[in-house]
């Protein structure tokens, strides 16, 4: 497959902001269509991106016979269901993280593509962003030594979606969509990356409550969890806190040092060692997904691998749903 010609399920804000012009920027790849069930959603991006077609239905747009690569941008429980459309047809597909709402339909989705042979790729773009990919070098430097343990720390204050009426509510905050509230679409890409550096999560147990009394989907979660190779991890996550208490912050501790980084607000990575502490500024690209888009454009086209599979992927909802309680 050497020419990509991508149909988008979804054009939202991710699509807009973070993704889309990506398909476009890298060499041998094209968006030909998009599909929003809002019509004049799908016009207007279209239009505004110079897209030739727009659908109001998913499967008109996987049939299409110009489309041969997928990219699934709705919302977490919709993402397996399109990506076996998909994959039924022959086409490769692109999801967005979460893989899924829940982890038995992560194993759906895998079953699938081995059945088909078709690969699914999920949207954990941090894997190739040079802010985290410096995290990663620190770490296997050995610079801070041994890992002994690592935090998550995270809370923010309610945004003013959050005090809209319960049928206003952003899907965000509606679990049988979701997966769980803003846990669920934030801590991915923090679980994701802990699994990139240390190796898969087998054991997770959490606590999870609702204490701000804005919407049913917890706002508090207390996490304990245990990667393969040994290391302990914790994490804390409110998202009903006072503005004071705003954090976004994972530190690794090990036997000569720590460093620590965000994930959200790309503050300068804080290197702690015996000669002393070091800030470290990596700046990363416009659109953020755009390296791994390419890296999965660089997979079809066979000139390389991107290790951000389904099968990667499925871990975290493992992680999620233990977390929360689900199983």
């Not at 010609?5 to 790849?29: H, L, N, T, Y």
């Not at 982890?103 to 985290?132: H, K, M, W």
């Not at 934030?186 to 997770?204: K, N, R, S, T």
């Amino acid at each position: 497959m050497k020419l990509l010609k991508w149909g988008f399920i979804g054009c939202g804000d991710v699509v807009e902001r973070k993704s889309g012009p990506a398909f476009s920027m890298a060499e041998g790849s094209e968006v030909v269509a998009v599909m929003s069930r809002n019509e004049q959603k799908a016009r207007a991006y279209a239009e505004r991106h110079g897209v030739p077609r727009w659908y109001t239905d998913a499967q008109e747009l996987i049939d299409d016979p110009d489309v041969n690569a997928i990219y699934v941008a709705t919302p977490p429980s919709s993402h397996a269901t399109f990506a076996i459309m998909a994959m039924h047809a022959g086409k490769p597909v692109y999801v967005e993280k979460p893989l899924a709402a829940h982890y038995d339909d992560c194993a759906r989705v895998n079953r699938i593509s081995e059945q088909t042979g078709i690969p699914c790729f999920v949207a954990y773009y941090r894997r190739y962003l040079p802010y985290f990919l410096k995290v990663k070098e620190i770490l296997d430097s050995g610079t801070i030594g041994k890992i002994i343990n690592v935090q998550v720390r995270y809370a923010d204050s309610p945004r003013d979606l959050d005090y809209a009426h319960p049928e206003n509510l952003p899907w965000r905050l509606q679990a049988d969509i979701a997966g769980g509230g803003y846990f669920y679409d934030l801590a991915p890409h923090q679980l994701d990356l802990l699994q990139w550096y240390f190796g898969v999560i087998i054991e997770a147990r959490g606590i999870s409550v609702n204490r701000g009394g804005l919407y049913n989907a917890e706002d508090t979660v207390c996490a304990t969890f245990k990667f393969e190779n040994g290391v302990p991890g914790c994490g804390s996550w409110c998202f009903v806190a006072h503005e004071s208490a705003r954090e976004d912050r994972i530190e690794v501790i090990g036997s000569q040092g720590s460093v620590s980084f965000s994930v959200f607000d790309f503050t300068p990575i804080t290197l702690h060692t015996s000669d002393g502490v070091q800030s470290i500024a990596v700046p990363n690209p416009p659109y953020v997904q755009e390296p791994i888009v390419r890296a999965v454009i660089e997979h079809l086209q066979g000139t390389s691998l991107c290790n951000c599979t389904s099968v990667s992927a499925t871990p975290v909802n493992w992680a999620l749903d233990r977390i929360l309680g689900k199983f």
